[in-house]
């Protein structure tokens, strides 16, 4: 049983940061070899995603993150992390970790509000 917990979420004025943690537990093997991203979905949206990184260490973004959210993972502390810096009020949604495109965790809200 894959288990993936987010952490980090919370309210933030327009133009602050934060860092978003997914933690990965269970059996999951080669759990450095899969792809792993985040995705969000804000209210009356379908989710949407917002990084990707690859077993390599490869990265994409969304265009309307570019430049101002960076993801990371530790793999051997099968973690993941989205650094979020320049927030504005249209990144606020709920925020997703996926893990080999198959495990979902269950999210943490993320609010850009002054």
């Known amino acids: 049983q894959v288990r993936l917990v987010e952490s980090g979420g919370g309210l933030v004025q327009p133009g602050g940061s934060l860092r978003l943690s997914c933690a990965a537990s269970?059996?999951?093997?080669?759990?450095?070899?899969?792809?792993m991203g985040w995705y969000r979905q804000a209210p009356g949206k379908g989710r949407e995603l917002v990084a990707v990184i690859t077993g390599g260490g490869g990265t994409n973004y969304a265009d309307s993150v570019k430049g101002r959210f960076t993801i990371s993972r530790d793999n051997a502390k099968n973690t993941m992390y989205l650094q979020m810096n320049s927030l504005k009020p249209e990144d606020t949604a709920v925020y997703y970790c996926?893990?080999?495109?198959?495990?979902w965790g269950q999210g943490t809200q993320v609010t850009v509000s002054s």
């Open positions: 996926n893990l080999a495109y198959t495990y």
């Open positions: 269970g059996s999951i093997p080669g759990f450095g070899f899969n792809a």
